[in-house]
T-cell receptor, first 111, second 115 residues
């Protein structure tokens, strides 16, 4: 069963623009993670935000977390064609390090 | 540092045939995961190993799926017999000992097509 749900399902932007993806989840979490999956490749971990954090930055990535709304957002600034991929949020809800993934947002960055 | 290695990358079989996938985790990673990813969906956990012990196999369809992790390193996931609905990507992931276990490192996956 999927815990997180990303929105939008697909997003198409021009190179240089910012991309924002949202994730909503249902149950309490220890942390929320974002992963990227390029066509034909495995998932790559991008960033982790803990339940007691509200915002985190990593390079061109900015993640926010609102536990009261059970939602998170991923912002990619100054997008590049190489950012074209599917982006998944994954929640870790307990002490067993079990990740539950959403369905993902397909981001297309046009050169 | 080498990443998680999976083989084969692609497999085409006929229904009712057996199939096996192999995974070699990152050196030193004691936790190993097998995930199933259907088209247009996120990965779903099948089984998690801590060293050689399967600590969470609640999502593994045990009537046809089996897994093993002998010696706590490499792992094999088997399906016997395969059904049409098993067509998917099978991902293996690993994570280091407890201090930084929250992040998982994924292999490229095995894409299975059952005809």
């Amino acid at each position: 069963s999927q815990q997180g749900e990303e929105d939008p399902q697909a997003l198409s932007i021009q190179e240089g623009e910012n991309a924002t993806m949202n994730c909503s989840y249902k149950t309490s979490i220890n942390n929320l993670q974002w992963y990227r999956q390029n066509s034909g490749r495995g998932l790559v971990h991008l960033i982790l935000i803990r339940s007691n954090e509200r915002e985190k930055h990593s390079g061109r990535l900015r993640v926010t977390l609102d536990t009261s709304k059970k939602s998170s957002s991923l912002l990619i600034t100054a997008s590049r064609a190489a950012d074209t991929a599917s982006y998944f949020c994954a929640t870790d809800g307990g002490s067993n390090y079990k990740l539950t993934f959403g369905k993902g947002t397909l981001l297309t960055v046009n050169p | 540092e080498a990443g998680v290695v999976q083989s084969p990358r692609y497999k085409i079989i006929e229904k009712k045939q057996p199939v096996a996938f192999w995974c070699n985790p990152i050196s030193g990673h004691n936790t190993l995961y097998w995930y199933l990813q259907n088209l247009g969906q996120g990965p779903e956990l099948l089984i998690r190993y801590e060293n050689e012990e399967a600590v969470d196999d609640s999502q593994l369809p045990k009537d046809r799926f089996s897994a093993e992790r002998l010696k706590g390193v490499d792992s094999t996931l088997k399906i016997q017999p395969a059904e049409l609905g098993d067509s998917a990507v099978y991902l293996c992931a690993s994570s280091p000992p407890i201090a930084d276990q929250e992040t998982q490192y994924f292999g490229p996956g095995t894409r299975l097509l059952v005809l």
